[in-house]
């Protein structure tokens, strides 16, 4: 059986965790703790053919292959995150890691045989009970936090779901009460999570672009399930949910890349999101912690962060309510 961790290296973890990105990055080399490469765009290929070959066999080991490198971050960054320049610079980045010349939200397809969906959707049909567990357990904490939150949702709450995939979410949801609207922007996702519900009367699958859907009538929350980081303007759909949910209504993001980085927002740049961007032109991006609350107080959200403490890597949720005091300083997260 594996020894917790000490009380003194958990102090030291969360000391280092303080520290900015660089400064962590060199503590950690210099301890031998971080083993990640740097490569440029021009081994991308090669490294992510090894990743290829590998998630043929082991969804796990291929994982962990990607675990080894990430790119090396282009120093020309505008400073300002707000700025059409520095959206500009993040698009630059995409191309490069995409090898594609534009985006457009169709490069968010997945390539997946229908038949076998229905009856073993991702996670299970990863074989890997590692990511299995995982996504059960950053399911459990949201749907938690749905129903601990502040504005405690019950059935039959109207939820707006965006960018559901599989639907596995979105069916924990349906089969618990809540009246559900899935927003998806690949219509084969669309198709797989209508024949995978059994009570159609409370889904709605809606084929579209999040950031061109319009509410007839004000949801009672809306929830992002690691698809946020995927709206290619996402301070413009956090200003469409002040339209989108009622007055007093939460917004959920879970398991989205909001973390410590060395750059506010932009294209991620490890090893499984460069095999994702590159292999199918996803837009993967992350956003540093305190870019993340600057833009829901710009936007006029309040954000506080509700970790369940289970698992270090997805059990993370974001929970933003209408701003009522626009003047205070970014909430730490
Ligand atoms: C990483 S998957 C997450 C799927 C699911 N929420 C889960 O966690 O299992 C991201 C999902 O967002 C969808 N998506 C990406 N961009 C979108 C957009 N602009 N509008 C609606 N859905 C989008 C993708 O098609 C995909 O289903």
């Known amino acids: 059986m594996g020894r917790s961790p000490s009380l003194s290296s958990l102090i030291a973890r969360q000391m280092i965790d303080r520290l900015p990105v660089e400064a962590q990055r060199s503590l950690k ?31 796990d080991d291929a994982r962990a292959l990607l675990e080894t490198f990430e790119l090396d971050l282009p120093t020309d960054r505008p400073p300002d995150p707000f700025s059409d320049r520095y959206r ?9 890691i995409s090898g594609r010349a534009t985006y457009s939200s169709s490069n968010e397809a997945s390539p997946f045989d229908l038949e076998r969906a229905i009856q073993r959707p ?3 049909q990863t074989g890997s009970a590692t990511v299995v567990g995982d996504d059960l357990v950053a399911r459990g904490h949201l749907l938690r936090c749905i129903g601990n939150s502040r504005s405690r949702l019950t059935p039959p709450a109207r939820i707006v779901e965006f960018g559901p995939g599989w639907g596995n979410l979105t069916l924990d949801l349906v089969s618990t009460g809540f009246d559900v ?18 009570s159609p009367e409370l889904l709605n699958v809606v084929h579209a672009d999040m950031l061109d859907f319009v509410a007839d009538d004000p949801y009672d929350a809306a929830i992002f399930f690691e698809s946020f980081h995927h709206c290619s303007d996402h301070l413009g759909m956090l200003k469409n949910l002040h339209e989108i949910v009622r007055p007093d209504g939460p917004i959920f993001f ?8 060395a750059y506010p927002w932009g294209p991620r740049l490890d090893g499984l999101s460069l095999w994702s961007t590159r292999t199918y032109g996803w837009l993967e991006l992350g956003f540093d912690s305190h870019y993340f609350s600057q833009a829901l107080e710009t936007t006029g959200w309040k954000g506080h962060r509700i970790r369940s403490g289970v698992s270090q890597r997805r059990d993370d949720v974001i929970l933003a309510l209408r701003d009522r005091s626009s003047k205070s300083s970014p909430a730490a997260m």
């Open 181 to 198: 609207t899935a927003v998806e922007v690949d219509e084969s996702f669309c198709t797989l999570i209508d024949e995978r519900c059994s």
């Open 29 to 59: 080399r210099s301890l031998g703790r971080d083993v990640r490469r740097r490569i440029s765009v021009a081994d991308l290929d090669r490294e992510l053919l090894k990743a290829a070959d590998v998630f043929s066999t082991s969804e």
């Open 122 to 124: 991702f996670p299970f």
């Open 88 to 96: 500009e610079w993040t698009w630059e980045l995409y191309r490069l």
């Open 254 to 261: 879970a398991s989205e890349p909001v973390q410590k980085m």
